[in-house]
């Protein structure tokens, strides 16, 4: 079991561009779910979803798009890159009820 | 609002010792559940213990558990025999329902320096 899986680990963008951060996880996780971490702020909600098919917003979702065409993969994607969304950026998944969340290693994103 | 408090930005503890860290909750949710993590300088966050809402008992991992006052919302981790590896941020973070799905909200977290 790989667990779950994210790249790349580190990027650097420059204002406007758009890029995709990749995760998968191998478990057969109905849930999983993007956060961004920034000093001093814990880790906060981008998107999530339960199912294939399925996604929705969590509390910071402007400047991304998510979709979830499998179970295994959940793709963050970023339009126009801000120095904002300069962050480390986690994906985890679990099962859908009473489950432990796992994390991904984490990708840090600098946006100049 | 605020839904998870960590109100300790930082502590101390000498190698050896046990230490408890500080988490209060805000939720109208009967089900819900409280998780602790730990993350390390190296950046991953790690599992460490669950106590969901219903549970009766407290949370007990290894050489962690958690102290769970549910009158009080509070969720408090106790590592006993701090270890100089156990020296990390720590956040507190609850599942609660919104809408039918369920969230995972987590507090701003801790650092914890174990002194040998």
């Known amino acids: 079991n790989a667990g779950v899986t994210q790249t790349p680990k580190f990027q650097v963008l420059k204002t406007g561009q758009s890029m995709t951060l990749q995760c998968a996880q191998d478990?057969?996780?109905?849930?999983m779910s993007w956060y961004r971490q920034d000093p001093g702020m814990g880790l906060r909600l981008i998107h999530y979803s339960v199912g294939a098919g399925i996604t929705d917003q969590g509390e910071v979702p402007n400047g991304y798009n998510v979709s979830r065409s499998t179970t295994e993969d959940f793709p963050l994607r970023l339009l126009s890159a801000a120095p904002s969304q300069t962050s480390v950026y986690f994906c985890a998944s679990r099962r859908l009820v009473r489950g432990e969340q796992y994390f991904g290693p984490g990708t840090r994103l600098t946006v100049t | 609002a605020q839904k998870i408090t960590q109100t300790q930005p930082g502590m101390f503890v000498q190698e050896k010792e046990a230490v408890t860290l500080d988490c209060t909750y805000d939720?109208?949710?009967?089900?819900?559940?409280l998780f602790w993590y730990k993350q390390p300088s190296s950046g991953e966050m790690i599992f460490l213990i669950y106590?969901?809402?219903?549970?009766?008992q407290n949370a007990t991992e290894g050489r962690y558990s958690l102290n769970f006052q549910k009158a009080r919302k509070s969720a408090n981790l106790v590592i006993s025999a701090s270890q100089l590896g156990d020296s990390a941020m720590y956040f507190c973070a609850m599942r609660e329902s919104q809408g039918g799905s369920e969230k995972l909200v987590f507090g701003k977290g801790m650092k914890l320096t174990v002194n040998p």
């Open positions: 106590q969901g809402s219903y549970d009766e």
């Open positions: 939720t109208s949710d009967q089900s819900y559940g």
């Open positions: 478990m057969n996780h109905e849930y």
